[in-house]
């Protein structure tokens, strides 16, 4: 899940860099792109993403003026934040079938782990909807997906401006912390409800002879961030140079 919370800057990551999604090579590399139909239906693909996560975000500006209050917000827009992010997988088929030149498996890590967060653990322990920490990465993801799909569609249209390349490789360096920070702390607000109810957990005996602590599996997960986050926040910082002085660089001699 660190690894997803990095998708706002360097797909090949993944988030944050991010997943190197919908259109990331058309904007870095110059490799040969998709055909005609491919880029047609991508460009459709990230337009409907960007669409979808600035309905999210205006959905939470209305509720906070509404309300007055940023406590609970999440039940404001978990319609369309479990519709668009589960949208996501999507990303997982471009990568297998070709038409996004990126991992398979880091795609899917970086996706799964979202998705992971959204319906195995905020929808299916009530008690956390209404965790402030919840809000934390709701905000980090909708900011970071406008962003990234904006940036994807920009680039398969080879017209990416500088200020969206420019968030892309920046804005990572508040929301990436911010992302993760909501996520583990969700995590951990969830742990004792999980252990009271049980949840999803396997207990010896039965006849598969197989047993399964998801308590004990979510504590794994939060324990996971220590090595990953480290590794990618430094890499997306290194790719943000390399990128944006290569930018800069270009610039002098147009």
């Not at 996971?224 to 002085?245: D, T």
């Amino acid at each position: 899940m660190a690894a997803a919370a990095a998708t706002a800057a360097t797909k090949g990551n993944g988030a944050g860099g991010g997943r190197v999604g919908a259109g990331e090579a058309a904007g870095t590399r110059k490799k040969k792109g998709p055909g005609p139909l491919a880029t047609a239906y991508l460009v459709i693909y990230n337009v409907v993403m960007t669409a979808g996560w600035l309905v999210i975000a205006v959905g939470l500006v209305r509720a906070y003026l509404a309300k007055g209050s940023y406590h609970s917000l999440y039940y404001s827009i978990e319609k369309p934040l479990k519709f668009f992010q589960t949208g996501a997988l999507l990303e997982i088929l471009h990568c297998a079938i070709g038409i996004v030149p990126s991992s398979v498996v880091l795609t899917s890590f970086q996706v799964m782990s979202r998705v992971f967060l959204i319906w195995a653990v905020t929808h299916s322990v009530k008690e956390v909807q209404s965790e402030d920490s919840v809000l934390l990465f709701v905000i980090a993801w909708t900011i970071t997906e406008i962003i990234r799909y904006s940036f994807y569609t920009f680039s398969l249209l080879n017209h990416l401006p500088y200020l969206i390349k420019w968030a892309r490789y920046t804005l990572f360096i508040v929301l990436y912390p911010m992302g993760v920070s909501g996520e583990l702390l969700t995590i951990y607000a969830a742990l004792p409800f999980v252990r009271q109810a049980g949840l999803y957990s396997i207990s010896l005996p039965n006849k598969y002879n197989f047993s399964f602590d998801y308590h004990a599996f979510l504590i794994l997960v939060m324990i996971s961030y220590i090595p990953i986050f480290p590794q990618l926040y430094f890499h997306m910082i290194h790719q943000r140079r390399k990128i944006l002085s290569h930018t800069e660089e270009h610039k002098k001699f147009e």
